[in-house]
């Protein structure tokens, strides 16, 4: 049966996780995989987190199943994270998932069950899986320009250039704040700028937030969400709680729709839940049970966001220790960008040979891209980092 099968090359990703550790060199920097280290290198479990566990030990009292659509009250505490005070509560369903990419696909399946023809622009460049994940699902991706590599900005106008020649009803995938890979986000009026065009072409905004509070603080980072939801009949969100709560390996992430009228948000729970039913029957239930109790309760919510805080705090220091040292280490090259972008991510702007350089010749490990992930910097780390980027421009 499964001789037939040819082997995959391993994930740009992941692969690079195995890649660093099997690397014997006390020296190596793992800038790859976007999980938040501490200035040790730690990923440690948030305090808020393990409080919560604790609590729930202690008071939970059955594990029979919650349903396709997972806790409730995980759901309700997510839609008002992502939404805030919504006027259109009433035209929106939020469903409990493993994590953002669990996500991602349940929304792809949902977008085929309602239009099998449906094209999904997706920013170019954009998350490493974005394309497989969605279009391994079936849905149609085209690509809208964003990134410029030679100003390290923006390509807003070309991107709404493309976007006002996008077919009518076509799904465009924007990331809510911290681009992955890129780190730029637009600014407010430019993402009051792209709503407008979303609206005139008729487009369905589908907004992947898989870092709200890694920029700025939740409510600014929600703005694209909360903007565009004020003002466009349709859309969908896809969250994940695996970077602002530190849960990745719990894999919890939420899926909201706004849709048209409360009888078609009734209708679509019952295709989401139908859906689900076939794809995993229902989400873990550990991770978002434990951002259910945080989000509920006034002080471990305070206590999560003074966390959240602190990590967001690092990766901004750790961009500008990084550009610090590379203006000594490497005059000659600006290197600003790497402070202009925010979260966990932002291109060095080197090629594919440098980075391959960087892991043979020093240890430092990179998507091919040379997107970066910052959380790896360390005040430990951070001349030689600078001194090995230097050595292979
Ligand atoms: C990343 O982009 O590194 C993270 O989102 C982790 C992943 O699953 O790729």
Not at 9 to 38: M, Q, S
Not at 360 to 375: C, E, H, L, Q, T
Request: aromatic share 8%; hydrophobic share 40%.
């Amino acid at each position: 049966m499964f001789e037939s099968l040819q082997p995959m090359p391993a994930d740009a990703i992941l692969g690079l996780i195995v890649e660093h550790k099997e690397d014997p060199r006390a020296e190596k920097i793992d800038l790859g995989v976007g999980v938040y280290r501490t200035a040790e290198g730690e990923t440690p479990v948030l305090h808020v987190v393990k409080q919560a566990e604790r609590r729930l030990v202690d008071s939970q009292d059955s594990k029979a199943y919650l349903g396709t659509a997972g806790n409730p009250s995980f759901n309700s505490a997510m839609q008002s994270l992502t939404f805030g005070q919504a006027e259109a509560a009433d035209r929106m369903l939020t469903v409990q998932t493993p994590g953002g990419s669990g996500s991602l696909r349940v929304a792809a399946g949902l977008i085929l069950r309602a239009r099998d023809s449906a094209t999904v622009w997706v920013s170019d460049p954009t998350w490493n899986n974005h394309v497989p994940l969605l279009g391994g699902a079936g849905l149609l991706l085209e690509p809208y320009p964003y990134y410029d590599g030679e100003t390290h900005e923006i390509h807003i106008d070309a991107m709404l250039e493309a976007l006002r020649a996008a077919p009518k009803g076509d799904l465009v995938l924007f990331h809510a704040c911290c681009h992955n890979p890129s780190g730029l986000d637009p600014s407010e009026e430019q993402w009051r700028q792209i709503t407008d065009v979303v609206v005139e072409r008729e487009l369905l905004p589908f907004i992947d937030m898989a870092y709200q509070g890694f920029a700025n603080d939740l409510d600014t980072d929600a703005f694209a969400v909360r903007h565009m939801a004020s003002r466009v009949p349709e859309m969908i969100v896809s969250t994940s709680c695996s970077k602002n709560f530190g849960l990745y390996r719990e894999r919890v992430g939420s899926l909201s729709f706004l849709v048209a009228d409360r009888d078609t948000r009734d209708t679509l729970a019952s295709q989401v839940s139908s859906y689900v039913r076939t794809l995993y029957s229902m989400p873990p239930d550990h991770g978002a049970a434990v951002v259910s109790s945080v989000l509920h309760d006034a002080a471990l919510r305070e206590r999560w966001i003074v966390e959240l805080g602190a990590m967001r705090n690092r990766l901004r220091e750790m961009r500008e220790l990084l550009h610090g040292a590379l203006k000594e280490k490497a005059p000659s090259h600006d290197f600003s960008h790497l402070v202009r972008a925010t979260g966990m991510f932002c291109f060095l702007g080197i090629s594919v040979e440098q980075v391959g350089r960087l892991k043979k010749d020093f240890g430092v490990y990179m998507v091919d891209s040379s997107r970066i992930n910052v959380a790896g910097i360390t005040p430990g780390n951070v001349e030689y980092l600078a001194e090995s980027i230097a050595a292979v421009l």
